[in-house]
Nanobody, 123 residues
Framework: QVPLVESGGGSVQAGDSLRLSCAAS?????MAWFRQAPGKEREFVAL????????????SVEGRFTISKDNAKNPTYMETHLQMNSLKPEDTAVYYC???????????????WGQGTQVTVSA
């Protein structure tokens, strides 16, 4: 398992932007963001393959959210970012960063998880 540390999040108004970051001190094959709203199951948000940079998004965030990666600072220390624009109240959730040895949308394929960071969007 690769330790993951998240940062960012907070409370904003609808239409605002936020940027989440996640630092990994290992080399997962892919990194993803999931989210869990109150009373709901955790759901996939976005994914990036580390070597190829290939990305994939949930339909609900396509065109508004952008996932990116950065390992320029240190090749053994990787960082992924989730830029969230045009936020909506339905984006309110705890956002989790996760790492996997597979390129997958499936939560069960992710063995490393961050602690979660709260994003609250007011109407």
């Amino acid at each position: 398992q690769v330790p993951l540390v998240e940062s960012g999040g907070g409370s904003v108004q609808a239409g605002d932007s936020l940027r989440l970051s996640c630092a990994a001190s290992g080399r997962p094959f892919s990194m993803a963001w999931f989210r869990q709203a109150p009373g709901k199951e955790r759901e996939f948000v976005a994914l990036i393959g580390w070597s190829t940079g290939t990305t994939y998004y949930a339909e609900s965030v396509e065109g508004r959210f952008t996932i990116s990666k950065d390992n320029a600072k240190n090749p053994t220390y990787m960082e992924t970012h989730l830029q969230m624009n045009s936020l909506k109240p339905e984006d309110t959730a705890v956002y989790y960063c996760a790492g996997s040895s597979h390129y997958s949308l499936l939560e069960r394929e992710y063995t490393s998880w961050g602690q979660g960071t709260q994003v609250t969007v007011s109407a």
